[in-house]
């Protein structure tokens, strides 16, 4: 998800530009998917950095849509949950990298976030403001079992479970 005008719409230089919500922390396998669409919008990719914390392997390079997108990384220069990318045609963009394993509720609220025309703070923030907000937040009731045993003649929730089975015999293998 990109905020209008990205790339160029005015924010200050390492604002985010946008989201992505890669399924793994695999950079080789996850990254030529967000090239082939990306290079369609902003003409080829050719490089992409990271930090380096979240992503297991890290190649130097990625094979993608016919070409090798280099990749470097910065462990303290760089925001862990942060990919910036690089084109001929269009410049710079930077992205929120949202962790795999994000519910999608949230994932929608970080991706809304970064590609907010007024701009968003930095990537780190905003997962730790969404970290903050899955910890006061409720996680809502599971009930779909609850509801199939109840119309499949199971006893409600509220019931004692009792069970007496009466003596137990074992044999001797007999």
């Known amino acids: ?11 200050r230089v390492g604002a985010l530009d946008g989201a992505w919500w890669p399924r793994s922390d695999d950079l ?12 369609r919008e902003w003409g080829r990719i050719t490089r992409v950095a990271v930090n380096p914390t979240h992503w297991q392997p890290l190649p130097r390079e990625v094979s993608a849509q016919g070409h090798v997108v280099k990749v470097g990384w910065f462990t303290t220069e760089q925001d862990p949950h942060k990919l910036l990318l690089l084109s001929y045609r269009i410049g710079r963009w930077d992205l929120l990298v949202v962790p795999p ?17 007024a701009g968003a703070p930095s990537a780190s923030a905003l997962i730790a403001a969404e970290d903050g907000r899955r910890d006061t937040e409720t996680p809502p ?12 003649g199971g006893a409600p929730v509220s019931a004692a479970l009792v069970m007496p089975i009466g003596p137990v015999r074992v044999s001797g293998g007999g």
């Open 1 to 11: 998800m990109l905020r209008p005008a990205a790339g160029g719409g005015g924010l």
């Open 28 to 39: 080789q396998h996850e990254l030529p998917s967000l090239v082939a669409v990306l290079d």
């Open 101 to 117: 394993r994000t519910s999608q509720a949230s994932a929608a609220r970080l991706m809304a976030a970064a590609a907010d025309p």
């Open 141 to 152: 009731r599971d009930t779909g079992a609850e509801t199939a045993w109840e119309s499949e």
